[in-house]
């Protein structure tokens, strides 16, 4: 069974950081893309960042500088490090698996999500 298990969300305060994490299968982390998409209340879902199998990543113009994605393989685990944190970053934070097609990312595989708050 293919599980996403994200953790690290909660509340923090403008300028602030939080590191989200995301416990993956281990039969999906060694061959897919690992990626966060962000949702927040009344909008649309959007990429946040991807990294793939190779180490290769991909940022969102919106967090460039501030957010770094990487990936442990000897834990099947992939981090969402968030630094300098606005109110406009609160929305759930969502781990994803998927596959590139012609260099898009294409989320298969959906954590719970974990929330992230940012406010005084």
């Known amino acids: 069974q293919v599980q996403l298990v994200e953790s690290g969300g909660g509340l923090v305060q403008p300028g602030g950081s939080l590191r989200l994490s995301c416990a993956a299968s281990?039969?999906?982390?060694?061959?897919?893309?690992m990626g966060w998409y962000r949702q927040a209340p009344g909008k649309q879902r959007e990429l946040v960042a991807v990294i793939t199998s190779g180490g290769s990543i991909n940022y969102a113009d919106y967090v460039k500088g501030r957010f770094t994605i990487s990936r442990d393989n000897a834990k099947n685990t992939v981090y969402l490090q968030m630094n300098s944190l606005k109110p406009e970053d609160t929305a759930v934070y969502y781990c994803?698996?998927?596959?590139?097609?012609?260099?898009?990312?294409?989320?298969?595989?959906w954590g719970q999500g974990t929330q992230v708050t940012v406010s005084s």
């Open positions: 281990a039969s999906i982390f060694m061959t897919r893309a």
């Open positions: 994803n698996a998927g596959v590139m097609v012609w260099s898009r990312y294409v989320p298969d595989y």
